[in-house]
């Protein structure tokens, strides 16, 4: 069964990340309206040599999702994958159920349904309209 998303910048389609589980593979496709390397996002694409030629292998996927999400080690990593729904760690599990976000930036993972002004977190933190307990973060 192949699995896509679409990898956004902001509102911005980048390109596709598809997962493959019979084969346990990732593969990346830029969307071919990508003309400027800043919509490029770090360790997806080797920044010693950006270019839009690149193409990412299943290791920098691997590396990307692996980096957007929690660590293994994590302290309370038990209750965080049982509040998930998940009996084990499995880093594209918890990307998919996050999205990809991270407060760092802002790329993220469409399924197709979800908009940016939406759903993002950082977005939604910057504009004051992310709230905690009734209160702006």
């Known amino acids: 069964m192949l ?3 679409t990898l956004m910048y902001k509102d ?3 390109g596709t990340i598809t997962y493959d589980q019979e084969l346990d593979k990732f593969e990346f496709e830029l969307n071919e309206n990508i003309k400027d390397t800043k919509y ?3 360790i997806l694409y080797d920044y010693t040599n950006l270019s839009l030629d690149y193409k990412p292998q299943h290791e920098n996927i691997l590396y990307w999702i692996e980096d957007r999400v929690m660590p293994p080690n994590r302290d309370g990593i038990d209750y965080l994958l049982d509040k998930m729904g998940l009996n084990f760690y499995d ?5 998919k159920a996050n999205k990809g976000m991270s ?5 993220w993972l469409n399924s197709g349904e ?10 939604l933190i910057e504009s004051g309209k992310q709230t905690y307990f009734g209160r702006p973060v």
């Open 40 to 42: 490029l996002p770090p």
């Open 3 to 5: 699995e896509s998303y």
């Open 12 to 14: 911005i389609e980048v």
């Open 91 to 95: 880093a594209w599990a918890i990307c």
């Open 103 to 107: 407060l760092e930036d802002y790329w």
């Open 114 to 123: 979800d908009e940016y002004e939406k759903c993002h977190i950082r977005y």
